[in-house]
């Protein structure tokens, strides 16, 4: 949006027009002393004007009048606004930690009436919940048979919703390494401020490869002031087909319940556990609450000065007018 800082300026744009009207002309020279006599004589050697092209005098004033406008558009200090941005004065630090071991491809969620996989309701809850963490700097790992760094803490939440979207079951190896993904967090972490950090941890196992174990990475949670909210997904019931039919099974058997939530207690965190993607959903609200956004928020309008392209114009035609009054003399 176009933007004028001093638009009082404006005011005195009509200036050289009242100047012309309201003060005395100067006085015009003394008439030529050379006059020619007998000049209708000449009149079938002059060359006729032409008459739809302007004369040189009408030139200067257009120029002048342009470089005018131009240098007072100069003067108001016209700016470019871009698209406001908010800063938060103090935000929250938040990384999540998921799951993308072999597991996570169980179809026992349903999402707009169809059956989906555990990551696919996964990805897009968590990115709806990383796109409303305005002014909180959010992070992701993606861990399976190891733990990876996916996005580091950063304000841009787009791109970390982006990455979520493009995880995919086994990206990080069929196991679930839970010790080695907290561990990692714990690592990223230390240096932000301790009052306003957490790590969401959402897995659909137990911890079967890496070499630091669950609890022992809550404990450097803790110590580094990191509170960890687990969160178990699975359904406890479903229905699959065998050679004697289709029968009910519990696909959330290998979930270490216990082992989660002595880790939220350990950090003053929590555990929550998501059965259906409604309430995976409301976890991810609760969480708003726990954690809730800054809500004093600086608004800043990146400003781009356009002031030097109406500037040099002005001085190129005032320089032009100049010139070519000076070079018709003051008769011209």
């Known amino acids: 949006m176009l933007h004028f800082e001093w638009p009082w300026i404006f005011w005195i744009l009509p200036l050289p027009w009242l100047a012309w009207r309201y003060l005395p002309a100067p006085p015009r020279q ?3 002393i050379l ?3 007998f000049l209708e004589d000449f009149d079938g050697c002059l060359i006729p004007a032409p008459g739809n092209r302007l004369s040189p005098k009408r030139w200067r004033w257009i120029m ?3 470089a005018w406008v131009l240098l007072i558009t100069a003067t108001a200090r016209p700016v470019w606004l871009g698209e406001p941005i908010d800063l938060p004065a103090s935000g929250r630090d938040l990384m999540l930690a998921v799951d993308l071991s072999g597991s996570m491809q169980t179809r026992d969620f349903v999402l707009r009436d169809q059956a989906v996989d555990r990551l696919t309701v996964a990805r897009q809850v968590a990115a709806e919940f990383i796109r409303r963490r305005i002014g909180d700097r959010v992070g992701l790992i993606l861990f399976g048979l190891n733990a990876y760094l996916q996005a580091p803490l950063t304000l841009d ?3 970390t919703a982006h990455l979520l979207e493009e995880a995919e079951i086994g990206l990080a190896g069929k196991e679930t390494a839970i010790g080695e993904a907290v561990g990692l ?16 941890l ?3 196992g137990a911890n079967t490869a890496g070499v630091v174990a669950p609890l022992k990475a809550a404990q450097l949670a803790a110590e580094a002031k990191i509170k960890i909210y687990a969160i178990g997904v699975g359904a406890d019931e479903m229905s699959v087909r065998t050679l004697f039919g289709t029968q009910k099974v519990n696909p959330s058997t290998d979930l270490d319940e216990k082992t989660l939530t002595e880790m939220a207690e350990l950090t003053h965190g929590r555990y929550f556990r998501a059965k259906e993607t409604a309430k995976l959903e409301e976890i991810y609200r609760l969480l708003d609450e726990l954690e809730p956004v800054s809500r004093e928020l600086h608004t800043f309008r990146p400003t781009t000065a356009l002031h030097f392209w109406l500037l040099i114009p002005a001085l190129l035609l005032a320089g032009g007018v ?6 018709s003399g003051p008769a011209a």
């Open 30 to 32: 003394a008439d030529a």
């Open 35 to 37: 006059e020619v006599p």
């Open 64 to 66: 002048a009048l342009l």
């Open 157 to 159: 939440r787009e791109t």
């Open 185 to 200: 967090a714990v690592k990223k972490m230390r240096a932000t401020p301790k009052n306003s950090r957490a790590l969401i």
């Open 202 to 204: 959402l897995t659909d």
């Open 322 to 327: 100049l010139a070519d009054r000076m070079r």
